[in-house]
């Protein structure tokens, strides 16, 4: 079992050349920091909207490094954080549901769009859109699943399915399985294929990435790394998970730990009694929940949180895991999916996302300091990010859109605690999270208390 080396999307593209470093201090009209999803989005849409300008990418280790290249493939429409918390966050004056309505469709669109330029530019991610698939395995998650259903139903952008056991298991055979609940908006996809991808196409336009190129500071129109600073007009912070490594931001999001592994390729006989013949991404309605997705090669993929939170927000350096975390996955696996007990688990990876104190994404520009950011994208930035490059690109250019125009746009948040009550805090809810889950799949068939009272202390409850 191969243990780290950032991520099993990784191993099965092949690691790709080391771009050159910054090699001094330069000037540029434009300068990204991360070359992720957030970054590669920015870059790829601005220079296509304005091909004149000099855009510089940082990047501290290889483009796609981070959570881009280590995530579980999910391309779906989620609003991080939930649409609700949209809903009256605009003033009384103001069509309250219709904003919150324009920004879901914009999510919608935002699944398509993504599938659009992989069309278009001829990156080959493994893209199926098979929908998302969300299974309830007790009384409380059923309970759940079926009110967050008909919430859903309520909403014409949201197109939610409600199916039986029988009709699930039809579909996906999970062990004990009684509901589940379906949407159209989401597709897989092999994450380090799409970033890998978005690189080559922004490079042949033009912009420059600087690969294992740290920096340490972001100033207004200033980056400064060992190897000298980037001035430009603009700065764009798109280092999601590993933001709290940058002078000053410490506490602004918190570098949330996800694992994963992968089995080996699976028979044709074990399919045949799985299904997952769509190839949907699959999630749970657990409070520490899992997810998973059927691999192009016929693997399955499933993470889940493992150790959700390293002290003083350290980030991992090449995605190993603790064994533990990976023993957990394995149980998951083998509940879920009885016919997979016998096979090999072939990969396991960790990486961190960068969830910020009201688990709300937040994008922006201050044209004072001329300082951009985007991300805090707790776990749905594989679309999210593409919809913060659009937004970026008009919010630069100075341009009046309807992306402009939506919630998240400039939105700012309180810190996380310091130290150490933050490491307690997320520790002590985690902890909750998984004890209520155990309550559920015992004894209790409503969600428990302990859920409940998590939640509001996370900032979760809307």
């Not at 990784?10 to 050349?17: D, Y």
């Amino acid at each position: 079992m191969i243990n780290g080396d950032v991520s099993f999307w990784w191993n099965q593209l092949g690691r790709p050349s080391v771009r050159s470093a910054l090699p001094g201090s330069t000037h540029a009209d434009v300068c990204i920091v991360g070359a992720g999803y957030t970054g590669l989005w920015t870059a790829y849409y601005l220079k296509r909207a304005a091909p004149q300008l000099r855009i510089v990418v940082l990047e501290q280790r290889f483009a796609g490094f981070g959570a881009s290249g280590r995530n579980g493939g999910w391309l779906t429409n989620s609003i991080t954080g939930g649409r609700e918390q949209y809903v009256g966050a605009n003033g009384a004056q103001t069509d309250k549901r219709g904003v919150a309505a324009r920004f879901q469709a914009a999510m919608n669109d935002t699944v398509d769009e993504v599938i659009r330029v992989a069309a278009r530019e001829g990156i080959d991610a493994d893209i199926i859109k098979g929908g998302e698939f969300t299974v309830a395995r007790n009384a409380a998650q059923l309970s759940r699943l079926q009110a967050a259903a008909r919430a859903e139903q309520q909403w014409d952008e949201t197109d939610v399915e409600l199916l039986s056991a029988a009709q699930a298991t039809s579909r996906i055979n999970v062990a004990g399985t009684l509901g589940a609940m379906w949407h159209p908006h989401c597709a897989r996809i092999q994450p380090a294929k799409l970033a890998s991808g978005l690189a080559r196409v922004v490079e042949a336009l033009g912009v420059e990435i600087f690969e294992n190129t740290r920096v340490s500071e972001i100033l207004p129109n200033r980056a400064v790394t060992p190897n000298g600073t980037v001035e430009a007009e603009y700065i764009v912070r798109a280092t999601e998970g590993f933001t709290a490594g940058l002078t000053g931001l410490e506490r602004t999001w918190l570098p949330m730990n996800s694992s994963l592994i992968a089995t080996e390729p699976l028979g044709a006989e074990v399919w045949e009694n799985i299904g997952w013949n769509k190839r949907e991404t699959l999630g749970d309605m657990a409070h520490a929940y899992m997810y998973a997705q059927r691999t192009a090669d016929d693997r399955i993929a499933i993470g889940g949180r493992g150790v959700p939170y390293r002290f003083g927000s350290r980030t991992d350096a090449d995605g190993r895991t603790p064994e533990r975390t990976a023993e957990l996955l394995g149980d998951i696996l083998h509940r879920f999916f009885p016919a997979t007990i016998g096979a090999s688990i072939e990969h396991v990876w960790s990486g961190v996302l960068g969830v910020p104190r009201d688990w709300a994404a937040t994008v922006g520009l201050d044209p004072v300091t001329g300082l951009a950011w985007a991300g805090g994208y707790v776990g749905t930035g594989v679309a999210t990010t593409n919809l913060a490059g659009r937004t970026l690109t008009d919010l630069i250019l100075g341009v009046e859109s309807a992306l402009t125009d939506l919630p998240w746009v400039n939105h700012r948040v309180r810190g996380w605690e310091p130290e150490p009550l933050r490491w307690l805090a997320v520790t002590a809810l985690y902890q909750a999270y998984t004890r209520a889950d155990h309550a559920e799949a015992t004894r209790r068939s409503t969600t428990s208390p302990l859920a409940r009272v998590a939640d509001v202390v996370s900032g979760r409850s809307h």
